[in-house]
């Protein structure tokens, strides 16, 4: 049977990963495609640059657009990143009637519907299970398995760098600085951290899971966004008495008149199993009906995890040309949702506060919350903590399930008042109810 | 367009649950499928009795093969079970042309080559998401996203009912007879516990797990298989004390020259994510090259889980339909791999015994095992415990990894020594190097 041809662009870490999945076992993947799938042109930056897989057998240039556009190309695979060369040389390749196999979220969270569209047009495919949480297949399922289910919501670990140094915070009472540092030193951060402890990097992966899992166009633009900067051991230790962990929470929600979608630091409870997921480890958790709640978990990136997800998605797309048309990946989402405003949302509250140190000083707060209709679901309080003149306290609290404007009502009354030395932080929890 | 009609054959739980999902969102179903997939026909048993889901609409009879023959029917549900009027029905569908949905393990581990080679030369698919872990999708993630890798292994807690006892046995301390007798008061476990308990229901699964993982054909004969009736109080708190849980695991595992298929009360270690999967939770954890390791977690069972994954093959069988060909679900498996006799199994073991309490008694036992290449992790011992006319101590023992005959063959050694009162209690470690 006649091979099927791919043109590669880019051999960086995913790029390289690929390749060396296509090569470890080639009549296996030939028998489960139907076809041989052999990688015939690439185009990278630098030739000469020391890669982990070889060039060998490969015609090599550094035109992306070449590569993409090529004759003998029948599926191109982007693994440059980012939205400029990649994005003009996908748009490229599907134009000449190319399917695509990408891991680029950027690209699919900030032009997946005029790229999804292009594709329509011209009846290719675009494959994307590896821009997500790596080597876990989720998309996948989202569109096949799961695909009877009314999604209610998809929460996520999907970013490796935040969730292993929030582990390691939570083990060693260390702070952020410190613990980003290391990670640099160790390569599980970049030298600019931004798109990861900023929540970038989750927010794109969340706009394409809500994509799917609600069937709706999502940009990452209608996706709120806090990083864990302001996450202190305090906060960490005094959450863990509470019994929640912090993680880096990427939250999609189906209110039914509107989607919520988010990204922020949050306290997880011990005993939910996103809480244990920890280190450099991804998880997404699925509540649907009728399906309940399920959980996918496995390593979110490097090489190997999301080659295999980038080769997984090849060898579909081959199944898929061989076969003569499209099907595992046709999609421009059908609708287009509403999305909450971060004022509209609904979540419950961990509040930390220094309080003067007297009597009355509780009932003084919880009267206030009261007004505010924010209910109280625990408290700890320590004496001797926080500034002032007089003696003082530090005040923790999570409310039971309210809305964001509501608390942020009641904190800004709690403020102004005399009783408030100083609202020290706030963050957002996931499964209190 | 023109609808997609289904028969159903069998209105239990799960054949309940796959027409409520089907109904549950008609509109967003027929999006994803390409057009309305409308119920048309369903044989029972006993049309009176009383189901969670009204039979309004539908054909109702009681003959299942005038439902999987009938010409107005497009694709056949089969939600019988058993192998008994369920093979027959599903034979003669896909004799007649009609693709077949099913969640019956059963079938499909003993009789599955002979159905997909049917299928094959029919060019008809057919579906069986729903005979594993319920809900939670991994049949499908190992057809498709995870299809460039090299399976290494998969091993599973993929039976609700001897989890929630094992579960229950570890928080309650009490034994196993009791507990399955609470179990089956709350409709966890059967009148007739054998096919759970004694772990045929897990060896199914296995068999179906290894066939697609390995892609290899493999009956559930040749699963080696025991179940938790032999799981005492005693061995589950020895094991906590060691930092191990119990669990009933299906591994599937290949090991190059051959593969190991086995099912049996298993010492997993707290730290692996497969010990805290606890009650009616199914966790599927695959490890394969070059993904690494990922785990599928969810409800494992019930008809709404399964009615999730059933209702899904509808959509994507459907789908396949209109497209004009079969494609999701076509797969005869290409190879034939040996399997290892349970004496050829490598893995580490627990083993609890009785001994006499005196100085030099575990230097005589250390000596024979390592006269068996048999090396020691972990050792316990308990004064005061056990039989015998002297003083007398409890000994257990965790290997390294070995051979199942080196174990055998110095666990003979060590009972034929006078130091050795009894042998009470060997269960195979997973996890363990």
Redesign the interface.
């Known amino acids: 049977m006649e091979a099927i041809r791919i043109g590669f662009l880019g051999l960086g870490t995913v790029g390289s ?1 690929a390749l ?3 090569r ?2 080639p009549e ?2 030939a ?2 495609a139907g076809a041989p799938l052999t990688p015939v042109r690439v185009a990278v930056r630098d030739p000469q640059r020391a890669r982990p897989v070889s060039l060998e057998g490969l015609a090599v240039t550094t035109d992306a657009l070449a590569v993409a556009t090529a004759p003998d190309v029948d599926i191109v695979v982007e693994c440059i990143g980012g939205v400029g060369i990649a994005r003009e040389a996908v748009t490229a390749a599907l134009a000449a009637g190319k399917s695509v196999v990408t891991a680029n979220k950027e690209l699919i969270a900030k032009h997946g519907q005029e790229l999804f569209e292009l594709a329509d047009a011209r009846q290719v495919e675009l494959a994307f ?1 590896g821009s997500v949480a790596g ?3 989720i ?3 989202l569109r ?7 999604v209610r919501q998809v929460v996520g670990i999907v970013n490796g760098t935040t969730n292993y140094i929030l582990s390691a915070m939570t083990r060693l009472g260390q702070p952020f600085e410190q613990l980003l540092a290391q990670a640099q030193a160790m390569g599980y951060a970049e030298s600019d951290p931004s798109a990861d402890v900023d929540g970038h990097d989750a927010a794109y992966k969340l706009a394409i899971l809500a994509m799917l899992a609600f ?1 709706s166009t999502v940009s990452e633009e209608q996706v709120y966004r806090e990083g864990i900067r302001r996450v202190t051991p305090t906060d960490i230790a005094l959450a863990r008495s509470l019994g929640h962990r912090f993680k880096l929470l990427a939250i999609a929600r189906d209110r039914g008149d509107k989607l919520e979608l988010r990204v922020h630091p949050t306290l997880v409870p011990e005993s939910h ?1 996103l809480a ?1 997921v920890d280190d450099v480890y991804n998880a997404v958790f699925v509540e ?12 979110g990136a490097g ?3 999301t ?3 980038v ?6 797309v081959a ?2 040309l061989l ?1 003569g ?1 499209r ?2 990946f046709a999609m421009a989402p ?1 609708r287009h949702r509403p999305v909450a405003t971060i004022d509209e949302a609904e979540s419950s509250y961990y509040v930390r506060m220094w309080v003067v140190d007297r009597a009355g000083v509780l009932a003084t707060i919880a009267g206030i919350l009261g007004r505010w209709q924010v209910s109280i679901a625990q408290v700890l309080q320590t004496p001797n903590r926080g500034a002032g003149d007089g003696p003082s306290a530090e005040l923790v609290w999570i409310t039971h399930n309210t809305t964001e404007a509501r608390l942020r009502g009641a904190l800004a009354e709690i403020a102004a008042d005399e009783v408030c030395l100083a609202l020290c932080n706030t963050f957002r929890c996931f499964g209190v109810d």
Chains 1, 2 share one sequence.
């Open positions: 990963g060396a999945a296509l470890a076992e296996a993947l028998r489960r299970e080597g876990i297949p998309l996948g399922p096949a398995s799961l695909t009877a289910n009314r069937d199993p244990s649907g009906a009728p399906v309940g709640q399920v959980m996918f978990f496995g390593r090489g190997d995890p080659g295999s997800a080769a997984g998605d090849i060898v579909q199944r898929d076969a048309g099907r595992s059908a």
